[in-house]
């Protein structure tokens, strides 16, 4: 024999030397050899070898109860053949894993799967020992023949589909405990939203200070045609509650523990457009990862202001020009510090525009580099933003109203 047979013949005997094993233990050992087979099969070929060879006359030091349904000419098989030493007889209950599974899942809507498995801490350690025992060069882990195996028997009895991916359940079996759990993937939808009205937060606020949101707008019809447990409001960025946002703005909508996925999204953006409160577009079903994408992008925005001011101001609004181009400068505001790190940002203000609409008020356009304070940028916030629209106006300035009312992002 080659060194190569010698190894693998080798560690047949020693899986087969210390009690019964069964086929897919005893082939689980192999599973990287001759692709296409079960660990079943290529664990009842290799017993088959063995048996051959003891019927020859070869005298090989195994347990001879993995040998007790041969009929030898010779000589007979002496022993009880009991439990798998290795798992405990578990591919023998997977039939129950799959009868129990299919009853958590009535009622689910879903179209793909996975399965996973928990193993109790004595199939651990036994796995463990017998991967001491002759090495792991050829083994395929038992959870993942277990998972194999049980999601192959979903997949023909329910018909939905296997995805390693993006799976909208995921089927946990627990051997230790006997019993199975069912988890949700969360259902993602994407879209773009207006917020018509001041009153509102982009998202729930755990106080109930506000009794309504953008997030909760949104969900409400989400939720209703789901069956959703709850959901979770990922935004490209959020405007002031007091603002407007008349742009459109990116956001991935997450709803928990879905127990319907088939959603009417025309729907959807009709019973949020009823409220008179927010409006959203291009509603799309996608996949987790756009959740990072959407918060990741930080576009340019345009904002509309109606600035009063504490003195007169005609011609002095044309020293405002000052500003396109410029790089400002805007420690944490005052607003927020008791929520944020206290920091220094560095901001492009990129165009500005202006119009008087009386001695002591104006309307103010500007774009800005995303992330810019806008409310600081005309306030000056005490000095913690400069160069501020009230120090150039060389007057206390405020903003009385405030828009989005451009978001320069591309596509998603």
């Known amino acids: 024999m080659s060194m190569e047979k010698t190894d693998f013949f080798e560690k047949a005997r020693k899986i087969l030397e210390k009690g019964y094993v069964c086929d897919n233990c005893l082939g689980r050992q192999f599973g990287q050899l001759l692709s296409g087979l079960e660990n079943r099969e290529r664990g009842c070929s290799i017993r088959d070898f063995f048996a051959l060879l003891m019927e020859t006359g070869e005298k090989i030091n195994v347990d001879q109860s993995n040998f007790l349904s041969y009929h030898f000419r010779f000589r007979g098989m002496k022993g009880e053949r009991g439990k798998c030493t290795v798992c405990g007889n578990v591919f023998e209950e997977l039939d129950l894993f799959v009868k129990k599974a299919k009853e958590k899942l009535k009622g689910i809507d879903f179209n793909s799967f996975l399965v996973g498995t928990k193993l109790s801490r004595e199939l651990t350690g036994k796995e463990e020992e017998l991967w001491e025992n002759v090495g792991i060069e050829w083994c395929e882990p038992l959870k993942s023949e277990i998972n194999r195996l049980v999601g192959k028997k979903l997949e023909k009895e329910t018909g939905k589909t296997v995805d390693f991916k993006n799976p909208e359940i995921l089927i946990v079996l627990d051997l230790g405990k006997k019993d199975v759990k069912i988890e949700i993937n969360s259902l993602y939808i994407y879209g773009e939203y207006n917020k018509l009205i001041r009153t509102i937060p982009q998202t729930r606020w755990p106080s109930g200070k506000y009794k309504n949101s953008i997030e909760q707008i949104i969900a409400k019809p989400v939720l209703k045609q789901t069956k959703g447990k709850g959901s979770k409001f990922h935004g490209a960025g959020r405007e002031d509650i007091d603002a407007r946002c008349l742009a459109w703005r990116p956001f991935v909508l997450e709803i928990t523990e879905p127990r319907r996925r088939r959603v009417n999204l ?29 918060k990741e992008i930080r576009p340019d925005k345009t904002y509309k202001a109606i600035v009063v001011t504490e003195k007169e101001v005609g011609k002095e609004l044309e020293k405002l020009s000052l500003l396109k181009g410029k790089r400002i400068y805007q420690e944490t505001p005052n607003r927020v510090l008791h929520r944020r790190y206290d920091k220094l940002r560095k901001r492009f203000v990129k165009d500005v525009k202006w119009k008087r609409l009386g001695k002591k008020r104006f309307e103010l356009i500007v774009r800005a580099e995303a992330g810019t304070y806008i409310k600081e940028l005309v306030t000056g916030d005490k000095g913690r933003t400069y160069p501020s629209v009230s120090e150039i106006l060389g007057t206390k300035a405020s903003v009385k109203e405030l828009d989005v009312v451009k978001i320069h992002h591309k596509k998603i």
């Open 266 to 294: 025309k729907e959807i953006r009709n019973a949020v457009k009823k409220t008179k409160k927010v409006e959203v577009r291009n509603l799309k079903l996608v996949g987790s990862s756009l959740v990072e994408k959407v």
